[in-house]
């Protein structure tokens, strides 16, 4: 019998240390992890430098890009009259209220005595026409290049008064599309910007500017040397410097508050990406040096774009804190190259999860690497993934940290 006691005894006392041990080690493994912490790195950037623009001497000017808006400016920036560079206001708003697709000519204008009472005002003032005729039919593009081309101050009514009803429901409009996109110097009292009352800022036409480039219709008829037109015939574009300095575009503008005015367009290559450089020349002498003065603008714009790469693909952006494995690497899906203006400042920001699982595969998503460029506003992202496996803690890691 004390034999039989002494083993039961033995018996019951492993029984109890195996159950002891399976308890310590069910905890232990069902214990929650401690958390898994990031730890998103600190990238470098890209600190603007000084941009030296051949500014002309006289008036106020300003340079911006198609995708980056109006990079620098010269001058009071004051509101002044903008001449025929307000019938890029008009064409945006036309094509606002009746779109147009680019290739398409769109619904036809019957000239009526009202239209023919505009070009007869507008000769009697020497102002800039194209003939019509009481019947004649234009289509919508057809008006378009009669608007944009030789500039005619009567079409820009006509066309004023087809899509809005009236010239003040025109003005109204404009007014209202300009305080909606923050030009808060343009104001519209005519559509073909005759009256001196009609006025902005170069750098608020060089929004105008990019704003009216980024339509195609616009963009395709500026563009054009040339057109024939009912009635009129051949037409000419006053914008003499298509093709130099690879302008595209878009509008000229003299009056006699306004003797030299210009709102033009460029397209330049940079890391074989096309880049519209837009730019405004306001209260120059007289036509001519104003148009003169525009390229050696376009030509030095150009350079001051260059192609970056501040994060390239695999480049680590942070890591995850594991407590039982320690660094596990977060890296770059592809890399981030940006065309920018060497004036502006490029800021690099990297955005992970808090939380992730214990267990991730590499390649995982994980986050986020943006670039940005100011002024500009340009933007890039990529995805930010795991550098390789998070994996399971061992049982004797658990067992290690229980407490």
Request: hydrophobic share 40%; proline share 6%.
């Given at each position: 019998m004390p034999k039989l006691r002494t083993a039961w005894k033995?018996?019951?006392?492993?029984?109890?240390?195996?159950?002891?041990?399976?308890?310590?080690?069910?905890?232990?493994?069902?214990?929650?992890?401690?958390?898994?912490?990031?730890?998103?790195?600190?990238?470098?950037?890209y600190t603007a430098t000084d941009v030296s623009l051949p500014w002309p001497a006289y008036g106020e000017a300003a340079i911006g890009a198609a995708g980056y808006g109006v990079l620098t400016q010269h001058g009071d920036q004051t509101a002044l009259p903008t001449a025929s560079i307000a019938k890029v206001m008009t064409a945006l708003a036309v094509l606002k209220q009746k779109p147009l697709n680019l290739g398409d000519q769109g619904p036809v204008i019957t000239i009526n005595q009202d239209d023919v009472d505009s070009y007869n005002k507008y000769v009697a003032e020497d102002g800039s026409v194209v003939q019509v005729a009481v019947g004649q039919q234009f289509t919508e593009y057809q008006a378009l290049q009669a608007l944009l081309l030789p500039s005619a101050n009567n079409v820009a009514e006509t066309l004023a008064r087809w899509a809005f009803g009236s010239i003040s429901g025109y003005t109204d409009y404009a007014n209202q599309y300009a305080a909606q996109h923050g030009w808060s110097s343009i104001h519209i009292t005519d559509p073909s910007g005759f009256?001196?009352?009609?006025?902005?800022?170069?750098?608020?036409?060089?929004?105008?500017?990019?704003?009216?480039?980024?339509?195609?219709?616009?963009?395709?008829?500026?563009?054009?040397?040339?057109?024939?037109?009912?009635?009129?015939?051949?037409?000419?574009?006053?914008?003499?410097?298509?093709?130099?300095?690879?302008?595209?575009?878009?509008?000229?503008?003299n009056s006699d508050q306004d003797l030299g005015a210009y709102l033009f367009a460029a397209n330049t290559q940079v890391g074989g990406k096309t880049v519209t450089v837009v730019g405004a020349i306001m209260n120059g002498p007289d036509l001519g040096t104003v148009l003169h003065d525009s390229l050696p603008l376009i030509d030095a714009a150009d350079q001051d774009f260059v192609t970056a790469t501040p994060v390239h693909a695999g480049k680590n952006v942070g890591n995850y804190n594991v407590p039982w494995q320690g660094?596990?690497?977060?890296?770059?899906?592809?890399?981030?190259?940006?065309?920018?203006?060497?004036?502006?400042?490029?800021?690099?920001?990297?955005?992970?999860?808090?939380?992730?699982?214990?267990?991730?595969?590499?390649n995982q998503n994980v986050g986020a690497i943006s670039v940005q460029s100011s002024p500009g506003n340009t933007a890039l992202s990529s995805a930010a993934i795991l550098g390789k496996v998070i994996q399971k803690p061992s049982l004797l890691w658990r067992l290690q940290h229980i407490f």
């Amino acid at each position: 019998m004390p034999k039989l006691r002494t083993a039961w005894k033995r018996s019951v006392i492993f029984v109890l240390v195996l159950l002891i041990i399976a308890g310590v080690v069910g905890y232990a493994y069902l214990k929650p992890l401690p958390a898994i912490t990031a730890q998103p790195a600190k990238l470098d950037g890209y600190t603007a430098t000084d941009v030296s623009l051949p500014w002309p001497a006289y008036g106020e000017a300003a340079i911006g890009a198609a995708g980056y808006g109006v990079l620098t400016q010269h001058g009071d920036q004051t509101a002044l009259p903008t001449a025929s560079i307000a019938k890029v206001m008009t064409a945006l708003a036309v094509l606002k209220q009746k779109p147009l697709n680019l290739g398409d000519q769109g619904p036809v204008i019957t000239i009526n005595q009202d239209d023919v009472d505009s070009y007869n005002k507008y000769v009697a003032e020497d102002g800039s026409v194209v003939q019509v005729a009481v019947g004649q039919q234009f289509t919508e593009y057809q008006a378009l290049q009669a608007l944009l081309l030789p500039s005619a101050n009567n079409v820009a009514e006509t066309l004023a008064r087809w899509a809005f009803g009236s010239i003040s429901g025109y003005t109204d409009y404009a007014n209202q599309y300009a305080a909606q996109h923050g030009w808060s110097s343009i104001h519209i009292t005519d559509p073909s910007g005759f009256l001196p009352s009609t006025v902005g800022s170069a750098q608020d036409l060089t929004r105008l500017g990019i704003t009216a480039m980024q339509n195609p219709v616009i963009a395709d008829v500026v563009s054009q040397s040339t057109a024939t037109l009912p009635t009129a015939g051949p037409v000419y574009n006053v914008n003499k410097m298509l093709g130099q300095s690879g302008t595209v575009g878009i509008k000229t503008g003299n009056s006699d508050q306004d003797l030299g005015a210009y709102l033009f367009a460029a397209n330049t290559q940079v890391g074989g990406k096309t880049v519209t450089v837009v730019g405004a020349i306001m209260n120059g002498p007289d036509l001519g040096t104003v148009l003169h003065d525009s390229l050696p603008l376009i030509d030095a714009a150009d350079q001051d774009f260059v192609t970056a790469t501040p994060v390239h693909a695999g480049k680590n952006v942070g890591n995850y804190n594991v407590p039982w494995q320690g660094k596990v690497p977060v890296v770059a899906q592809k890399d981030l190259t940006l065309t920018h203006w060497k004036g502006s400042n490029l800021t690099t920001s990297v955005t992970l999860q808090k939380q992730v699982p214990a267990t991730l595969s590499p390649n995982q998503n994980v986050g986020a690497i943006s670039v940005q460029s100011s002024p500009g506003n340009t933007a890039l992202s990529s995805a930010a993934i795991l550098g390789k496996v998070i994996q399971k803690p061992s049982l004797l890691w658990r067992l290690q940290h229980i407490f």
